[in-house]
């Protein structure tokens, strides 16, 4: 299927389950339909390869680390913690 | 004859059970080891919520008074990590503030789908083909933070507690009270989101 035919129905039904493909949340049958229909039809493919490359990439963001200052602030308010919670 | 009641219940291992145990007998003073193991976790999990340094500590800090003050009553049905970010979440929700950035709104599916044949794609794009390694760089995560602060926050949170924090979707749904097709919708939209704000990047590149 090239881009000009690309306004199919099917391919809207699939676009909606991407995500869960990607997660292996779907069951065998519908799997099987997407990979019979990326094979065929290049921007669904397209579509899926770069919703994959953006949980790679979300996977990677990073940490900040704790600010120093913050860190030693917290661990005095814990120790200024009464010796048994407050009953509640 | 009795028969032995049967229970459903699965029986949570954790690593964290031994430590709270201790802490809800009255060791009061491992308190802080629990801070130590959450604290850089729960520092980039409210900082990606609140968007603001001072926010984020804010945060951090009353997860943590709480966490000591409801502690007696956690039941070991649940990991203790998802206790505590279903706490740290809804102190974030709390602290919320209105963004021009991220305004509040819904994500429909319509606004990700090519509207003109010219922009559905024909070739997979450089970006998504090359090693991953060979990719990343500061500059590049940097855009991907940005872009992450201007999703509203209902597809925020969970494309930070699944993609970042690494939850599962019935995790996510259990921090967040939502149904897991709920969790589902919100992420895939969100990740389309994320996908179009990468897109445009290398597109401009």
Redesign the interface.
């Given at each position: 299927m090239n881009k000009d035919e690309h306004d199919h129905k099917h391919c809207l039904g699939l676009f909606e389950k991407l995500s869960e493909y990607l997660d292996n949340e779907l069951d065998e049958v519908t799997c099987q339909e997407i990979e019979n229909h990326i094979k065929e039809c290049v921007p669904c493919f397209v579509c899926l390869q770069t919703l994959k490359r953006t949980v790679d990439l979300c996977k990677q963001a990073g940490n900040r680390t704790v600010p120093k200052d913050f860190s030693k602030k917290l661990r005095e308010v814990i120790q200024n913690l009464p010796k048994s919670p407050p009953a509640g | 004859m009795t028969v032995p009641r049967r229970t459903n219940r699965k029986k949570i291992k954790d690593k964290d059970f031994e430590l709270i145990r201790a802490i809800n007998s009255?060791q009061?003073d491992r308190?802080?080891e629990l801070?130590k193991r959450y604290?850089?976790k729960l520092?980039?999990f409210s900082?990606r919520m609140c968007r603001d340094?001072a926010d984020a500590?804010d945060s951090?800090?009353e997860t943590?008074?709480n966490v000591?003050?409801?502690?007696?009553d956690f039941r070991y049905e649940t990991k203790f990590k998802n206790w505590l970010y279903r706490v740290a979440a809804s102190t974030c929700i709390k602290k919320r503030r209105k963004s021009k950035f991220a305004p509040e709104r819904e994500l429909s599916?319509d606004e990700f789908?090519?509207q003109d044949?010219a922009e559905?794609?024909?070739?997979?794009?450089e970006?998504?083909?090359m090693p991953?390694d060979k990719?990343?760089n500061d500059e590049?995560?940097d855009k991907?933070?940005e872009a992450?602060f201007t999703l509203p926050e209902k597809y925020r949170l969970v494309?930070v507690l699944r993609?970042?924090e690494?939850f599962s979707?019935t995790e996510t749904a259990q921090i967040l009270n939502l149904s897991d097709a709920n969790v589902?919708v919100r992420?895939?939209r969100a990740?389309?989101f994320?996908?179009d704000k990468?897109?445009g990047y290398f597109e401009n590149e």
């Open positions: - | 009255g009061f308190f802080p801070v604290e850089q520092y980039n900082f340094a500590e951090v800090q943590f008074l000591f003050k409801y502690l007696k599916l789908i090519p044949k559905v794609p024909d070739h997979v794009p970006w998504a083909l991953l990719l990343l590049l995560l991907l933070n992450i494309i993609d970042i690494g979707t589902k992420l895939h990740r389309l994320l996908r990468l897109k």
